[in-house]
């Protein structure tokens, strides 16, 4: 971690006294120390930075990004990187009545007296959170209240290829993966302080910078319906499209082999190995699958050295395979192989998500869960063939339950299927085959497992709907989204299908909140104008809205009327095909016209190959490598 690193001999001097830390739920969130958590000499560095996940330490520890950013920031010698999340509700009061200002997790210092405050903004539901965070640090709200007194704020991660709605609360983005530019960020703003310039200055030196992008330099002029006109640069040298940084040497960059390892038990107490980036598959609700292309996969090698290494380092006894599609990764049975030989004998576990149900997932899967068969899970999103192939799942019905079938034939007897509803062009039929596909699946029980062969006699299916919600950069970003009220009479019609069923008996229902949806719905496809909307309903106590008990909706409609904003004019209404669109300004690599495309075979009903089968000239082949430049005998792989 560099020389500057020390040993914690001594114990840092805790922000909390003792007194409020006996006062709050898990105290061991607030006290940094962990296991592999980097202190360095403050006197020794130039920049200091603290790496904020807006939500609570348990969900924050989990996330993977951060992990691979503080480490890659704590191995600059200039440079020491902090960690800080969202403060739980008791001690966000406790905070606030005696003043106590939010710290870095390893310093225990102020997060107001650090060069920068990095946020990922994993999901949209956070957005109150950010503000939380801000306003516990001391810095102003509204990016143009900062002065050089406060620190730079900067946000990444999956939302910010839609920016615009948290655009005020910003000093700049960065639009992409984090391997790539920082170095250079932080050199040009360790200039800009040398040379003693105004902070304006250092932001349009910053949006020079390929992937980064400063809201303050743009301008947004709007038509009288309210849709955009234009969004250009507020002056000359800004650049009018910011294109997203990728990392295609993904075998050789920066990943954690010293995880920190939390004191408490967090949502994913696991080491997690990346094994590649980006998915082939190009489904059409998918957001992920167009902003990470092209795939790009680790080497075997390197994923053994690390599976190892981590594992020593943390002392966890779980590993997961991280990626979109796990399947798909071409070296998968050389590295299970060896995971396989080295976790068994230690007695550590293997988690294996996103795979697909098919006949070496589950001889896989039998073997690494050969003692203890929990559930597994496939996603078929649409109960009937017609809209699968409308969002281009690639997903037969034959496929599903030949899959089911072996899953019964190797012991499993509980399956989790997750479905959308509100999808474009779905009719009641495609909404009843959601029952009618979890009762087949019920009846391939029944009739591959032999009466002396069931545990207990019975199977569990267990469907669980969440409700679609259109993205930026995915062909369905012009689609329209069901109001409250058309989601909530799918949901019921999907649950009196399912008591319909012969085998109603061994299926369970779950589904989500309508108008967590909704509000979700606004800020994905969000224009500047939701900022307000946000800052108010912070102030009237909207916070953590990612957790449904504390989830307030009527003071987030108040917002919207004191506004004078419509949410039907971000949600349900269909977008026109020439519709300038608040993140157009930005490209993720696929292109407006590809995505159309996708729209137009969507509502055709036509089904794209995946990319390994056929190029469909998404626009990602310009970065130069992965699955673009495999041969695939089409004419386009090289």
């Not at 000499?41 to 348990?58: G, I, Q, S």
């Not at 704020?153 to 999956?158: A, Q, R, T």
């Not at 009466?451 to 006699?457: C, F, L, P």
């Amino acid at each position: 971690m560099g020389k500057h690193a020390l040993q914690k001999q001594t114990v840092q001097k805790l922000a909390l006294t003792d007194e409020i830390l006996l006062r709050v739920e898990k105290p061991a969130r607030y006290i940094g120390n962990e296991v592999n958590a980097v202190v360095k000499d403050k006197e020794k560095v130039d920049v200091r930075m603290a790496m904020c996940f807006p939500d609570v330490y348990e969900i924050g520890m989990s996330h993977l990004g951060i992990q691979i950013l503080y480490d890659m920031f704590n191995r600059f010698e200039d440079v020491w990187c902090e960690r800080v999340y969202s403060p739980w509700l008791d001690l966000d009061r406790i905070m606030r009545e005696e003043h106590i200002p939010l710290f870095g997790l390893e310093s225990q210092e102020p997060v107001k007296d650090l060069d920068f405050l990095a946020i990922t903004i994993q999901y949209e539901m956070c957005y109150t959170n950010i503000l939380q965070v801000l306003d516990l640090s001391g810095i102003p709200l509204r990016a143009e209240e900062r002065t050089w007194g406060h620190p730079v704020v900067i946000g990444g991660g999956p939302c910010t290829y839609n920016p615009e709605p948290i655009a005020e609360f910003f000093d700049l983005f960065y639009i992409g993966e984090g391997e790539t530019r920082y170095r250079e960020l932080l050199d040009v703003y360790k200039k800009a302080r040398r040379e003693g310039v105004e902070r304006e200055e250092f932001l349009r030196r910053a949006a020079k910078v390929p992937g980064i992008y400063v809201p303050s330099l743009y301008r947004v002029e709007y038509k009288e319906d309210g849709t955009i006109r234009t969004m250009v640069p507020v002056e000359d040298g800004i650049p009018a499209t910011v294109r997203k940084e990728i990392e295609m040497e993904v075998s050789d960059t920066y990943y954690p082999k010293k995880p920190v390892v939390p004191f408490i038990k967090v949502t994913q107490d696991r080491v997690v190995l990346e094994i590649q980036r980006g998915c082939i598959r190009g489904c059409r609700f998918c957001q992920a699958g167009q902003l990470y292309r092209p795939v790009r996969e680790r080497d075997v090698d390197m994923l053994k050295e690390y599976a190892l290494d981590m594992l020593k380092n943390t002392g966890h006894e779980e590993i997961s395979l991280s990626s979109l599609s796990s399947s798909d990764y071409s070296k998968l049975p050389e590295l299970l192989d060896f995971l396989l030989g080295e976790c068994s004998r230690r007695n550590i576990n293997i988690s294996l998500p996103s795979l697909r149900i098919d006949a070496f997932s589950l001889d896989v899967m039998g073997k690494v869960q050969d003692v203890k068969k929990s559930s597994l899970t496939f996603a078929p999103e649409a109960g009937s063939q017609r809209l699968r192939d409308v969002i281009n799942k690639g997903l037969t019905e034959s496929v599903i339950l030949d899959g089911a079938a072996m899953a019964f034939e190797g012991g499993w007897t509980r399956v989790k299927l997750y479905f959308m509803l509100g999808l474009p062009t779905e009719n009641e039929e495609d909404i009843r085959g959601i029952g009618d596909l979890c009762n087949k699946i019920a009846a391939v029980f029944f009739e591959t497992v032999p009466k002396e062969k069931r545990v207990n006699g019975k199977v569990q299916i267990v469907a669980s709907t969440s409700f679609f919600i259109p993205k930026p950069f995915t062909p369905f970003q012009w689609a329209p989204m069901c109001t409250k009220e058309e989601f909530l009479e799918k949901a019921y019609l999907t649950r009196s299908s399912i008591k319909e069923q012969l085998n109603q008996k061994s299926i369970k229902y779950n589904w989500h909140e309508a108008d967590v949806s909704v509000l979700e719905g606004v800020f994905a496809r969000g224009d500047r104008k939701i900022s307000e909307v946000i800052r108010k309903a912070y102030e009237k106590g909207c916070l953590f809205d990612a957790w449904s008990e504390y989830f307030k909706n009527d003071l987030w409609l108040e917002c919207f009327d004191e506004c004078g904003l419509d949410i039907g004019f971000y949600t349900t209404r269909e977008r026109m095909p020439d519709e300038v669109f608040p993140w157009d300004f930005l490209d993720c690599g696929v292109t407006k016209e590809f995505l159309a495309r996708e729209w137009k075979k969507a509502m055709e009903e036509t089904v794209s190959p995946n990319c390994r089968m056929q190029c469909q000239g998404c626009g990602a082949s310009r970065f130069g490598g992965g699955v673009c430049f495999e041969d695939r005998g089409d004419g386009y792989g090289t």
